[in-house]
């Protein structure tokens, strides 16, 4: 049998209404033909296979993203007619990467799978990826049979034992009666509390053998508590201590955006006079040109922001882990704040720092009690006028005095251009900081980038994911030519669905991060940072069916991105930058944030 795929042809069948209703009518029982005494119905039977989907369709679940094998080969087979879509990735990190974009921008629970052995190693990064930025989806690791486990049977990995760390729970699935359970609980925990990724490791007889299904009675899961009462009073606490601050100041992370909290957070940080520093993951949940937002702190964070993290005598952190890119070394952190810390998972107070008010609950219910009755401004506006002064004195800046194109101004001109309802997605080094420095972010849950885990290869899946959760939305992707080519096969599903992104590649022929560190603190030994031979990108977009251009000067940067966003094509757009170009200023490893260099062209 053979049929054709056209042009965008899966595009519609990405649509859950595009196929017809699952048909698993389950078997009559034995029983009922006997007929005799009325006894209770015995339930239903079903392949596994087709409870799992049954189940799936109850959760909810509207996206699936994978690659089939021998252990899932009878649950794709009962996908078939569910009418739940599936992205068939080229390799099932670009499933898992365009899973954790899809989710993101969605605020929905993806689902992802990868056959037993490799196609489980292989999700091992995203899955890590989802964990560390608590993005919440369900994985199905497909494993060989219960009957050969543990005997190096074809295609054996121990997944279970493999994602243990770096999962919000996994589960291994041995009997089949467990099943509904099992995946109720996994949407349950990928969905509620502190989101992240949960796994189910999958035997192949899991989804052959005939399944009895009972309708799994209300969730109790014994010591897990997803929606903590937080400490009222310890937050009004906060309240009157932070308003007799004289240099406080907000650190906003990504429990901000996942609360849904950033119209709060803009309400109290306005109504308190208290300047905001985010995080990379928190960038924003402030419009960037709000003139609370101080932009980001840590490594790479503006000077004002940093310093406001050294000098404030109160840091209220709402939702972020104190991830040492934003502390720097810990002895120089905000030495002399309160520090007031609230964060939906209960391990991550005090785990980095002593904080003096700990407070255990959801960004938005802090927020809301902050709020709560009359705010008083605290007596702020000299600290405010300091950090301003800073703003003036040492912006942010880049080179103008070499005869390349410049990174930075490339960032600047694709948000000049770009529409309000931009995503911004990235991959991973240089090229992701000039974003986090330069892109004026608008809206609240629209950039999506690795923060955690800096794994290379995420940018282009990502964006495959972000756009088709918001199939409108002007997708941006910025990517490096070292991660682009790490998961550059997944091109081929931008044409495949139907996908507008526009790639923007910026060529510096090198690991540029890495580079930049030689250059730095290894005195300039580039050993094994810089490509001796590049492919040819635009020869790259043309054997994908995409749109190519190659950029060298502003001009052409603003008159191709002008032409890019306009048309509703996929574009794959190479800016060849300056090989050199630094991110700047940085806090070297090892020092306080506001120890940094390179805060002025020298
Ligand atoms: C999978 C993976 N391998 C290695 C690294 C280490 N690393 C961090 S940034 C970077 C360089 C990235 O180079 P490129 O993608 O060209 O982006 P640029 O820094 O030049 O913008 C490397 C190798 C990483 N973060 N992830």
Avoid at 387 to 410: I, M, N
Avoid at 470 to 497: C, H, K, N, P, S
Avoid at 589 to 600: L, S, Y
Wanted: proline fraction near 7%.
């Amino acid at each position: 049998m053979s049929f054709e795929v056209t042009e965008g042809a899966r595009a519609e069948a990405l649509s859950p209404d595009a196929a017809a209703p699952v048909g698993t009518e389950a078997p009559a029982g034995e029983d009922s033909e006997r007929g005799a005494e009325p006894r209770p119905e015995p339930p239903p039977v079903y392949r596994g296979a087709d409870l799992l989907v049954e189940v799936l369709k109850e959760e909810g679940a509207e996206m699936l993203f994978g690659i089939p094998g021998g252990a899932t080969i009878n649950f794709y087979d009962a996908l078939y007619n569910s009418g739940i879509p599936h992205v068939l990735a080229r390799h099932e990190q670009g499933a898992i990467h365009a899973a954790d974009g899809y989710a993101r921008i969605s605020g929905k629970v993806p689902v992802v799978t990868g056959t037993s052995g490799p196609g489980s190693t292989n999700l091992m990064t995203g899955i890590a990826n989802a964990w560390f930025d608590s993005v919440p989806m369900v994985i199905f690791a497909g494993q060989v049979s219960t009957s050969v486990m543990g005997t190096d049977a074809f295609q054996e990995s121990p997944i279970f034992s493999m994602t243990m760390g770096i999962t919000k729970h996994n589960y291994q699935l041995m009997r089949g009666e467990d099943l509904p359970r099992v995946v109720k609980e996994s949407f349950y925990l990928a969905r509620t509390g502190r989101k992240g990724p949960v796994l189910i490791e999958l035997p192949k007889d899991m989804t052959s053998n005939e399944i009895p299904y009972r309708k799994p009675v209300e969730m109790r899961l014994r010591a897990y508590n997803p929606t903590p009462k937080i400490d009222r009073a310890l937050v009004e606490k906060v309240k009157r201590d932070l308003a007799r601050a004289k240099r406080p100041v907000i650190v906003a992370g990504a429990g901000v955006v996942h609360a849904g909290a950033s119209e709060l957070l803009r309400a109290f940080a306005e109504r308190a006079r208290v300047p905001v520093v985010h995080t990379l993951l928190g960038l924003g949940t402030l419009p960037s040109d709000h003139p609370l937002s101080l932009g980001m702190g840590g490594m790479h964070g503006t000077v004002w922001a940093n310093m406001a993290l050294h000098e404030c005598d109160f840091l209220l952190n709402i939702g972020s882990r104190f991830d040492d890119r934003l502390t720097g070394a810990l002895e120089h952190f905000a030495p002399r704040a309160r520090i007031a810390h609230v964060d939906i998972d209960e391990a991550e107070l005090g785990k980095v720092l002593d904080e003096d008010y700990p407070i255990h609950g959801d960004a938005r219910d802090a927020l809301a009690i902050l709020l709560d009755g009359a705010v008083d401004p605290s007596p702020s506006e000299e600290w405010l006028a300091y950090l301003e002064s800073l703003r003036r004195e040492y912006p942010l800046w880049y080179r103008t005095d070499r005869p390349y194109l410049q990174p930075q101004r490339v960032v600047q001109i694709a948000s000049d251009l770009a529409s309000d309802d931009v995503i911004v997605v990235t991959d991973v080094g240089q090229h992701q900081m000039w974003v986090a420095q330069f892109f004026r972010f608008r809206r609240p849950g629209r950039f999506v980038t690795s923060g955690g885990l800096g794994a290379m290869g995420f940018g282009l899946p990502a964006a495959i994911g972000a756009q088709i959760a918001d199939r409108d939305a002007l997708v941006l992707a910025f990517v490096g030519d070292g991660g682009f080519q790490m998961t550059v096969e997944e091109l081929i599903l931008l044409r495949e669905y139907d996908l507008p992104v526009k790639i923007l590649l910026f060529n510096n022929n090198s690991l540029g991060m890495v580079r930049q560190w030689q250059e730095l603190f290894y005195e300039e030994r580039y050993s094994a940072t810089l490509f001796n031979i590049q492919p040819d990108f635009m020869r790259l977009a043309d054997a994908y069916g995409i749109v190519g251009r190659r950029v060298e000067t502003e001009e052409e940067a603003r008159a191709v991105l002008e032409e890019a966003f306009r048309t509703r094509a996929p574009y794959l757009i190479e800016f060849v930058i300056d090989p050199m170009a630094n991110v700047l200023p940085m806090v070297p490893p090892g020092n306080g944030v506001h120890e940094m260099q390179g805060v002025k062209p020298e």
